[in-house]
């Protein structure tokens, strides 16, 4: 996005505009030498933009200093701003913002990369411009609703915050913006989240089944071996032994494998099951069994 030089010159000084307000830059009266824009940037890419843009929009003279510190290295630039066009760098939110279509995202495309950052999607997806005053977070939530981006406005530590937080809105901010580049990258990673959702909820899905199935299993199994050593498995009816034998043969099976092995109804088989789970709750202990003989 930072390497992206609009063509039109109302797009180039809607741009720059945004940077500027969306950086927290400020004027400079250098008396005799007219006023300067003062931009403090933290990104190297979007510094040079500043330059490019304003030698585009009026051919302005640019001053670059860098300053390292031990957490990071600020990047201020002072452009001298032709006569006539100060008062652009003046004006309050509500008269900053273009009336044309295409000088709107211009200017929120500044507005991004001088006060804006996106989470990478793999973490989750959060996309939010700190702007520098109230009136302008409400511009840039605008902006974004013309975008049919529903965006939230929140203060975090003293600062005005507009942020979203769906997917697809986030993609179609991008896309405006024209960050093509992100728009792929996020896209991507938001494909491969969605498998990996899908595969992790059809796992646990399956896995919670194969649970239920051999818990079930394992409680049938009982309740036949109970029969069987009670001696009343052989006097059951023909079509209950017949279904303790099928299921002592095939314990991992689930109820619709049974059904079908069997070729009989996924319902008979469970009813089936159940009456031999209920008959061997009526047996008693073997201890019991003893003791009344």
């Not at 957490?71 to 066009?85: D, Q, V, W, Y």
């Not at 507005?111 to 840039?140: D, K, M």
């Not at 194969?210 to 409680?219: D, F, V």
Request: charged share 25%; aromatic share 6%.
């Amino acid at each position: 996005m930072a390497g992206l030089l609009p063509a039109r010159p109302c797009c180039q000084l809607s741009e720059l505009l945004g940077i500027y307000f969306g950086s927290r830059g400020r004027l400079l009266h250098r008396g005799g030498d007219g006023e300067a824009a003062y931009f403090s940037l933290l990104r190297n890419a979007v510094a040079r933009k500043v330059v490019r843009l304003g030698r585009a929009v009026g051919h302005m003279e640019a001053k670059y200093q860098a300053v390292k510190t031990k957490k990071r290295t600020t990047l201020f630039i002072e452009l001298s701003l032709p006569a006539g066009m100060q008062n652009a760098f003046k004006q309050p939110a509500v008269r900053a913002v273009p009336e044309a279509a295409c000088d709107r995202k211009a200017l929120l495309r500044g507005l991004f990369l001088g006060c804006g950052s996106v989470n990478a999607p793999s973490s989750r997806y959060h996309l939010e411009f700190v702007a520098p005053t109230q009136s302008w977070a409400v511009a840039i939530r605008d902006l974004a609703a013309e975008a049919e981006v529903q965006a939230g406005v929140m203060e975090r530590g003293g600062q005005n915050v507009v942020y979203v937080k769906e997917g697809d809105g986030i993609v179609r901010l991008l896309s405006l913006m024209g960050a093509s580049r992100a728009v792929m990258e996020f896209e991507n990673v938001r494909v491969v989240r969605s498998v990996s959702g899908q595969v992790n909820r059809r796992l646990n899905f399956e896995t919670a089944n194969i649970g239920k199935a051999i818990g079930s299993g394992l409680r049938q199994m009982a309740a036949i071996e109970k029969l069987e050593v009670a001696g009343r498995l052989e006097s059951l009816p023909t079509a209950l032994r017949e279904m303790a034998r099928w299921r002592a043969a095939y314990p991992e099976l689930n109820l619709a494998e049974l059904a079908d092995r069997m070729k009989l109804s996924k319902s008979a088989v469970n009813h089936r099951l159940r009456r031999l789970q209920h008959m061997s709750a009526n047996v008693p202990p073997p201890d019991h069994a003893r003791r009344s003989a």
